[in-house]
């Protein structure tokens, strides 16, 4: 049986591939260094620049940006070349590749302000920056986008109860089938413009981004003149229900969803929590806008936990259900843990709105303060906004969901004081573990 573990030496040929000197960081002047221009905001795509993080042979000295494609897959990447399974010098085919559907230019893309967190031209670098790919240099795309069918089940659940039609366009067929144009975008951050959203200073937004990212990253110290950074942290993926030229149509209604992601919920369905069923609603909430002859926009992003991580959540539940799972301690318990209580912030948040070119938001389907104030700030308006239905409220995640609102979240119902929040308590931790018994195994 062939070994699991590939037997490899400094004198291996993927060490040989790599190259023998090792580039740590670089510093503007060097003679390797001659990067392609790169204005931010530009006129045009051609006249704003490729962007260009690759390290091979061809392209490492005319780099204009800093980190690596594929945000934290990157990683993944390195694995499978050190492992043989890659070759250091792959160069992908864009064969059949663009986009489905051609999403026209918005004048958000020609500006270094409305857009500084994703590159607008990265959906079709064939069309933009084909002669850099000619002459061999590795242009990258950020952002696909192609078409889909989707099936959720409480969206086949509405569609067997009548309360979606099957129109065979959107909702295709009785199983509850739906028609999709999905887009998937990969951060590509204007480090000026993010931190202008910040109210930080660029030097500031370096060093913070160097020191806390262990080091990894020399060149946000070294490199001044490089703007622009591919961080290593999960992108979004935009769901339009309907046609999506209807999107930047202002003549049409909107209804739209935006969704951090919450991998117990909206995949395991734990019950802790509202997640998943705002998600189920804001879906069903935008395939009934489009069949209506308006647009439907769900955008899901990789901010798992409040952008805390899985680890640092997990542990905030045990904190909750052993200490008490009351709600108005349930902030505090996050706090104690990770220092603050939400790291999500949404003031990146809208860009990907500017670049499908939304104007305004007819029916905006969160009860976040934060998401809202930060579309407002961008100049686009909502028009009403629609908390989750009572109904859709699992028992065991009041606590959450009425901490919320007495922290300010949005609602139509009731306000919870804080002597309110002190009665609602979730369900406690003997339902999930039998605590006496194990504490009887240990002594």
């Given amino acids: 049986m062939p070994s699991a573990v590939r037997e490899t030496s400094s004198k291996s040929p993927i060490s040989n591939a790599l190259g023998g000197r090792i580039v740590l960081t670089t510093y503007p002047g060097q003679s390797v260094v001659d990067p392609v221009p790169l204005t ?11 962007i260009l993080v690759a390290r091979g042979a061809e392209t490492l000295g005319k780099r204009n940006a800093i980190g690596a494609h594929g945000g934290q897959y990157c990683v993944y990447t390195a694995l499978a070349v050190a492992s043989g399974d890659l070759p250091p010098d792959f160069r992908p085919s864009f064969h059949n590749t663009e986009p489905t559907f051609d999403f026209p230019p918005q004048p958000s893309w020609f500006s270094a302000k409305q857009i500084v967190s994703m590159d607008p031209f990265g959906h079709d670098i064939v ?6 790919l000619d002459e061999g240099i590795d242009v990258r795309p950020t952002i696909a986008i192609t078409r889909a069918t989707m099936r959720v089940g409480e969206i086949a659940d509405a569609v067997r109860d009548g309360e979606i039609p099957v ?3 959107i909702v295709i067929d009785k199983a509850g089938n739906v028609r999709v144009t999905k887009v998937a975008v990969e951060p590509v951050w204007y480090l000026p413009g993010v931190a202008e959203r910040f109210g930080v200073d660029e030097d500031t937004l370096r060093r913070s981004l160097f020191e806390y990212m262990g080091g990894s990253y020399p060149e946000l110290i070294t490199r001044k003149d490089l703007k622009v950074f591919l961080p290593p942290i999960g992108g979004l993926t935009v769901y339009i229900f309907g046609p999506p030229e209807r999107v930047s149509d202002e003549k049409v209604k909107l209804a739209l969803r935006v969704h951090d992601e919450c991998n117990g919920s909206d995949v395991f369905q734990s019950d802790i929590c ?6 189920a609603f804001g879906i069903q909430e935008a395939i009934q806008e489009a069949q209506q002859g308006g647009s439907g926009v769900v955008i899901y992003f990789r901010k798992e936990g409040r952008a805390l991580g899985e680890v640092v959540k997990y542990l905030v539940y045990n904190s909750r259900k052993r200490g008490g799972d009351n709600a108005d301690k349930y902030f505090a318990r996050t706090e104690n843990i990770a220092g603050v209580r939400d790291m999500r912030f949404q003031a990146l948040m809208p860009d990907i709105l500017q670049w499908l070119g939304i104007k305004k938001i ?3 389907l969160s009860m976040s303060n934060m998401k809202h104030d930060a579309i407002v700030e961008q100049g686009i308006p909502i028009l009403e906004r629609v908390p989750i239905p009572d109904k859709m409220i699992p028992e065991d995640s009041k606590v959450e969901i009425d901490a919320k609102i007495n922290a300010g979240y949005f609602t139509n119902g009731k306000k919870f004081t804080d002597e309110d929040l002190k009665q609602v308590k979730g369900r406690g931790w003997e339902q999930w573990e039998d605590v006496s018994r194990r504490m009887g195994n240990w002594l």
């Fill in 40 to 50: 931010w905001g530009a006129e045009s795509a051609e006249k704003r620049g490729p």
């Fill in 127 to 132: 069309k933009y920056y084909q002669k850099y």
């Fill in 167 to 169: 129109d065979g366009d």
């Fill in 274 to 279: 509202t997640c998943r069923p705002y998600l």
């Fill in 362 to 364: 007819d029916r905006m």
